[in-house]
């Protein structure tokens, strides 16, 4: 905390708030108590640093251009990013502003809030239509490449192979231009959309997972999500509010929408091999908790493995 201007006072406090996934998220006030900025801390295991340039590089670059991305913060030498060593090992650190609102999952859905998410997803994905370092990021290939060797090393089922070879062949058919393919936010899920009520305003975070791959992928994961949005609406409103929002920001076009299936099963493959890889790790003494989760982990397993039989394809997908 001391690489930042923090208000010490409140640091423990504050620290109460931690939240750890892939990251570990702190939340403190800035010294002049004005703002709570988030200090970030990622394992070098799980994220080089050159990654945490390139994203803070892209966030800034969208800024620059209006879009409501989260802010980073410097440290007290003026830098955007950096390691530290500690007794655990050593980590990427990295710090950003909080912006204003709530997030979506903890939002009342309105047609005109899924409008608007829609149409803030448009706007990310207009900008990225311009964005000039694409190729300096990671890819879809590379993705795949990681999938395949992830089914190799946990040994994954038949099924989950045929499944994996049709979705590589399929990919292979689709377009490569700028207006499909580019960088994607990748998660633009409720928990990193925010809606501030008062100003009508929507702020977006988390862009460590930015790929560079197709951009209906993005639209299927955000409407895959929309049931943590909506309330008292139906699943096909809520779809068309959200797609109306969208193309109101940028082309989305019939090929595109026919793609969304196999982005779907990509993404299903993504998930699948992801938590194999979570559950493989041996984990002595495992308390309650993490069994309990455990057992979830692997019965999500099992459904998403069932789910890639070629008559199953449709499920939760109701809305292709």
Known sequence: MEFYECDMVSVDEMLRYFRISSNAIYPFWSKTGKRICFLRLSPIEEKELSDVETEICLIEWLIERGFPAMRPVSMKDGKLFGQINTEWGTYNVSCFEKVSGNSLEDTKGTFQIVKGYGKTLGELHALMKQY??????????????????????????????KEFADVCKELEGLPLSPSDYGVIHYDFEPDNVFYDEKDGTFSVIDFDDAICCWYALDVVRALDALDEVIEDVSMEEAIASFLEGYRSATSFTEEQQRSMMLMRRFVRLQEYTTLLHVVSEDVEDMPDWMSNLSQKLKCKLRRLEESMNAGERNVNNHFY
């Open 132 to 161: 000039p370092y694409s190729e300096e990021r990671r890819n879809h290939k590379m993705l795949l490449c990681e999938i395949e060797e992830r089914m190799q090393k946990y040994g994954a089922s038949e099924i989950v192979r």
